[in-house]
């Protein structure tokens, strides 16, 4: 049986998540109307994989003896000014979610709750690979620059690239 303040813990990160799918597709829907298709291609699918970790979540909480939370949601920003301010954002929206990760990870050790700690640890490794393939994004974004034929090409292979596989 999950601790109260393990289940609030897990619903706060429940709402996270789901803020995450809906900011991501906030981005691609945004991508897609610039007429970046690999690119909203890339974010459509990163979407789903927020909304997978969120269910993830919600089934961990309810087979524990919690009852997970499903968020109301506010609405995400929907107008960029390029795609160097879309990934931007997605690095940092990413670096708060390895912050909240790691709270509840650290509440976990600090309640005793290791079943809960070793469920969490794949969020943990997640949140590398998320983090270091939005720096690998912006990194190649600043080697192209203003270029369009390099952000044609940018854009194109983005759109076969898995969310948290590989790197551009």
């Not at 429940?14 to 890339?42: C, D, R």
């Not at 309640?111 to 700690?117: A, F, I, M, N, R």
Request: contains cysteine.
């Amino acid at each position: 049986m999950l601790k109260d303040k393990i289940v609030g813990a897990l619903n706060l990160q429940v709402k996270l998540e789901a803020q995450s799918s809906q900011f991501y597709l906030s981005m691609a829907s945004w991508a897609e109307s610039e007429g970046l298709n690999g690119t909203a291609e890339f974010l459509f699918r990163h979407s789903d994989e927020e909304r997978q970790h969120m269910l993830k979540l919600v089934r961990f909480i309810n087979e524990r003896g919690g009852q997970a939370v499903i968020p109301a949601l506010s609405a995400p920003k929907r107008k960029f000014v390029g795609l160097h301010e879309v990934f931007e954002n997605l690095l940092s929206h990413e670096t708060s979610v390895t912050e909240s990760i790691n709270k509840v990870v650290d509440l976990c050790l600090n309640l005793k709750d290791y079943t809960t700690h070793h469920f969490m640890q794949w969020y943990v490794a997640e949140q590398i690979e998320e983090e270091a393939l939005a720096r690998t994004i912006l990194d190649k974004l600043n080697m192209i620059g203003s270029d369009s034929a390099g952000l044609y090409l940018f854009d194109r292979d983005l759109g076969s690239l898995m969310p948290s596989k590989g790197v551009v």
